[in-house]
């Protein structure tokens, strides 16, 4: 499976924009890129996916490079309830895949969000 | 409101003694998962699901039974819990097991094995 690489921690402070990076050098074509993201004493969440344009939802916005190499999750105003483990994923849609639905997660970006 | 519930929360217990952690969903989703949270080697899938009376193992299926007789239940099962499973449980759904669907998660379950 292809991989992700991201920061171990980023910090940020309230009502700024945040920008978390991922790499995936390796990504294939059909590979989509998720994120989620763990907040304190929760479950994943879902935040974002996208496969090669950028992408806007309620909660971030999500922009891939022309290359599809690296892309970046926007969070445009941090709250302190933004502060939580954000993980890129990349799950690969293809008809051979044999991800069966299973989310890899590595250690994610620790994100901290200053009053 | 659309969850998925997880019982117990917590739960403190005995080696040897066997215990069901249970995972309800009320969204209609085919595909249930469990996971397990460890420091240091994140969230690794134990079992799945993709649809009632289908389950299969994932990375991590050592010391755990799973079974899915109705489509919004995935109960885990630890016949002879050991203190290496002293670890977060979550459960998780989506609506198939296609890569693009967003998985829903439980709040998990922090289960220490004396």
């Known amino acids: 499976d292809a991989k992700t690489t991201q920061p171990n921690s980023m910090e940020s402070n309230e009502e700024e924009p945040v920008h978390l990076p991922c790499n995936h050098s390796?990504?294939?074509?059909?590979?989509?890129i998720h994120w989620y993201r763990q907040l304190p004493s929760q479950g994943p969440e879902y935040v974002i996916h996208g496969l090669t344009s950028n992408v806007n939802n309620r909660m971030a916005s999500l922009a891939i490079a022309e290359d599809r190499k690296s892309s970046t999750l926007i969070l445009h105003r941090a709250t302190l309830r933004d502060a939580a483990v954000y993980y890129c994923?990349?799950?690969?849609?293809?008809?051979?895949?044999?991800?069966?639905?299973?989310?890899?997660f590595g250690q994610g970006t620790i994100l901290t969000v200053h009053p | 409101e659309a969850q998925v519930t997880q019982n117990p929360r917590y739960l403190i217990t005995v080696t040897g003694k066997k215990l069901t952690v249970t995972c309800s969903q009320n969204m209609n989703h085919e595909y249930m998962s469990w996971y397990r949270q460890d420091p240091g080697l994140g969230l690794r899938q134990i079992y799945y699901s993709m649809n009632v009376e289908v389950t299969d193992k994932g990375d991590v299926p050592e010391g755990y039974k799973v079974s899915r007789k109705e489509k919004r239940n995935f109960p885990l099962i630890l016949e002879s819990p050991s203190p290496n499973q002293t670890s977060l449980y979550f459960c998780?759904?989506?609506?198939?097991?296609?890569?693009?669907?967003?998985?829903?998660f439980g709040p998990g379950t922090r289960l220490t094995v004396l």
């Open positions: 994923i990349l799950r690969d849609v293809s008809a051979g895949g044999t991800s069966y639905g299973k989310l890899t």
């Open positions: 390796t990504i294939s074509g059909t590979d989509y």
């Open positions: 998780a759904s989506s609506p198939t097991g296609v890569d693009t669907d967003t998985q829903y």
